[in-house]
């Protein structure tokens, strides 16, 4: 399993015994991005208690169907919804009193009541605006004819969309009785005119957690063409004869229709998006910090070790010391054949000593920049030719020699040959458990 494991990350260095060098710019740069946090959880927040509930999408759908298809759609309330119709004739603005203009549905073959309503489905909706005549030759008609012809009055279900009502999008006819759409069509006297309506159709959908998904359909007339032909023999139903002013035929290309998808905008919504953004800004912020901090790091290291004093104590190294007093010891026994005091050699090693404990100091110090000469130095080549920014870039290259994992390493491997060819004076300092951190973390075993 170990070669699947891509999600632990390699160690870290550490900085000034820390995990990272705080800084005030850092920190003011934190702040402003608190308070944009908070803006924007109290922008998101207005946003969603004024703002609109759902996510609406709206498509055109135009798709070739097989016959079995196209039958099977007819069959779907959705794709051929029934409608409830209102029919009437007049002429011009005048009520039509004359009993003998009829109107025949083809469905059921049956003649219906002008300006009453009926219930059919859209595709079934073929009709006849018939005359009753007395004879074959309807002198009658021909005779009654008035002004230019005949207006068809169609009322039907009608609907709006209310895409943010949390019920239901579509509010019909059945939640509102004022809502019904109307059209008027011109029939001419002396023509048989044929009235060809095009149906649409809109499918409404809501996908929903926990409930059952939201599906309903309306429609309306799209479009429509009349065009007249010559005048039509008459015709001979249930015993009658009628002379055929018009057709009217609505056209369901149900292959043809409109969709709207809808989403409830939920508060996981609203908090995904929150974290979105959040995320975004604050790796927006650290890579401004970045290209600050490894500037300034850099700095700051290298003013660490310039004014702060570096003592070399022979007392806590005791490696050296050991070995330091061996070979003194060794050497003034040498030189004065062993016929030296004792007492005068141990206190000449004490000076010694206390020669090495002394201070090494250092009275060089760096001046304080401005927070934006360390972004400058990302620039460098087109400002190296001030001092600051060659002071910044002297700090950096500096740390980046010595800091180097290929120079650590050959290091490392230099002073690991040194210490296998080195006698131990006390073989105790070989064991890095003798270490007092080791010593302190064995406490906790």
């Not at 900085?15 to 934190?30: A, R």
């Not at 703002?51 to 794709?79: A, L, P, T």
């Not at 011109?186 to 959908?205: G, K, M, P």
Request: charged share 25%; net charge positive; glycine share 2%.
């Amino acid at each position: 399993m170990h070669p699947l494991d891509i999600i632990s990350e390699s160690p870290n260095l550490f900085i000034f015994k820390k995990e990272s060098n705080k800084t005030n710019f850092g920190g003011f740069l934190f702040l402003i991005y608190l308070i944009i946090i908070i803006l924007i959880f109290i922008y998101y927040l207005i946003n969603y208690i004024e703002g609109d509930k759902y996510i609406v999408q709206s498509f055109s759908h135009f798709n070739i169907r097989s016959y079995d298809e196209r039958r099977k759609r007819n069959e779907n309330i959705n794709y051929n919804p029934n409608i409830t119709f209102k029919l009437d004739i007049r002429e011009a603005e005048n009520i039509l009193d004359n009993n003998k203009f009829k109107l025949l549905f083809r469905h059921n073959n049956s003649l219906l009541k002008r300006n009453t309503t009926f219930k059919e489905r859209v595709s079934n909706f073929v009709l006849y605006i018939l005359y009753e005549c007395e004879n074959s030759n309807c002198n009658s008609y021909n005779e009654y004819k008035k002004g230019f012809g005949l207006y068809l009055d169609l009322e039907y279900d009608g609907f709006y969309l209310d895409h943010q009502n949390k019920y239901k999008p579509i509010i019909k006819r059945e939640d509102n009785e004022s809502l019904i759409f109307s059209e008027e069509f011109l029939f001419n006297y002396s023509y048989s005119t044929f009235l060809d309506i095009q149906w649409r159709n809109i499918l409404y959908t809501e996908k929903k957690f926990f409930t059952n998904d939201y599906n309903d359909s309306c429609g309306y007339i799209e479009n429509y063409k009349i065009k007249s032909v010559g005048s039509a023999s008459p015709n001979i139903h249930n015993s009658k004869i009628y002379k055929i002013i018009g057709v009217v035929q609505t056209f369901n290309e149900n292959t043809f229709y409109t969709e709207y998808n809808r989403k409830r905008i939920s508060e996981f919504d609203i908090l995904a998006n929150i974290l979105s953004l959040i995320s975004n800004l604050y790796f927006g912020a650290r890579m401004i910090l970045k290209y600050y901090s490894k500037n300034f790091n850099n700095y700051k290291i290298i003013e660490k070790l310039l004014d702060h004093n570096i003592k070399i104590n022979m007392q806590t190294s005791g490696i050296l010391k050991e070995d330091k007093v061996n070979v003194d010891m060794n050497n003034k026994k040498d030189k004065f054949n062993n016929n030296i005091d004792d007492n005068n050699l141990i206190q000449d090693i004490n000076d010694s000593e206390k020669d090495d404990d002394s201070l090494i100091e250092s009275n060089v110090k760096l001046k304080k920049f401005h927070f934006y000469e360390f972004f400058l130095n990302n620039l460098y080549c087109c400002f190296k030719k001030k001092i600051r920014q060659k002071l910044i870039h002297i700090c950096n290259k500096i740390v980046y020699k010595y800091a180097a994992i290929d120079l650590i390493i050959k290091n490392q491997i230099l002073i690991e040959n040194f210490l296998k060819d080195y006698k131990w004076n006390d073989p105790n300092l070989n064991n890095i458990e003798n270490n007092d951190l080791f010593i302190k973390l064995k406490t906790y075993l």
